[in-house]
T-cell receptor
């Protein structure tokens, strides 16, 4: 089954404790992206990756890191989480072939609470 | 930077009736893509419909259709014969032609009344 998976689905942590949210897709997609969703703000892009070893900042990258060492994986790293990073996080992927981009497929979301 | 605006935070519709959700966007590009995504209570993001800016014909998917007005930078979603399962948050989204910048609107929460 074609899908985007995220782990964990729920996470409660304390300020300053490093954490990683994993994202994996099995569709051989070139493009992957991370978003955070907050009430009244919709989804805001944190980082995206056009392909392996190619990453770039989205609209709200502060406090986050990513890496793309393999095509299928795109982990989101919070080196020192703070309460304002409490949010619902989505990973997404899509094909990007010769300039043509297709709709994004989303993971199930990760609910993160930082106390 | 591109922006997407959804001016209706909440909407409601009677079952079997038709409802239109509004979306406007701002861009200086001529080629881009527009999407409507549905987010039910399960939180899963589900693609409803997609429109390429170079296509004049409005996209249609079963009961869902769009009214794409490129000059006005407007992209509304019409849901016909509304069903209880259509109740969800709906997000309008813009994607640039390079496939890099994906921008979402704040969402419209749709309620369907029996």
């Amino acid at each position: 089954e074609a899908q985007v998976t995220q782990n964990p689905r729920y996470l409660i942590t304390v300020t300053g404790k490093k954490l990683t949210v994993t994202c994996s897709q099995n569709m051989n997609h070139e493009y992957m992206s991370w978003y955070r969703q907050d009430p009244g703000l919709g989804l805001r892009q944190i980082y995206y990756s056009m392909n392996v070893e190619v990453t770039d900042k989205g609209d709200v990258p502060e406090g986050y890191k990513v890496s793309r060492k393999e095509k299928r994986n795109f982990p989101l790293i919070l080196e020192s989480p703070s309460p304002n990073q409490t949010s619902l996080y989505f990973c997404a992927s899509s094909f990007n072939v010769q300039g043509a981009t297709y709709e994004q497929y989303f993971g199930p979301g990760t609910r993160l609470t930082v106390t | 930077a591109q922006t997407v605006t959804q001016s209706q935070p909440e909407m409601s519709v009677q079952e079997a009736e038709t409802v239109t959700l509004s979306c406007t966007y701002d861009t200086s590009e001529s080629d881009y893509y527009l999407f409507w995504y549905k987010q039910p209570p399960s939180r899963q993001m589900i693609l409803v419909i997609r429109q390429e800016a170079y296509k004049q014909q409005n996209a249609t998917e079963n009961r869902f259709s769009v009214n794409f007005q490129k000059a006005a930078k407007s992209f509304s979603l019409k849901i016909s014969d509304s069903q209880l399962g259509d109740a969800a948050m709906y997000f309008c989204a813009y994607l640039d032609n390079y496939g890099q910048n994906f921008v979402f609107g704040p969402g419209t929460r749709l309620s369907v009344l029996p």
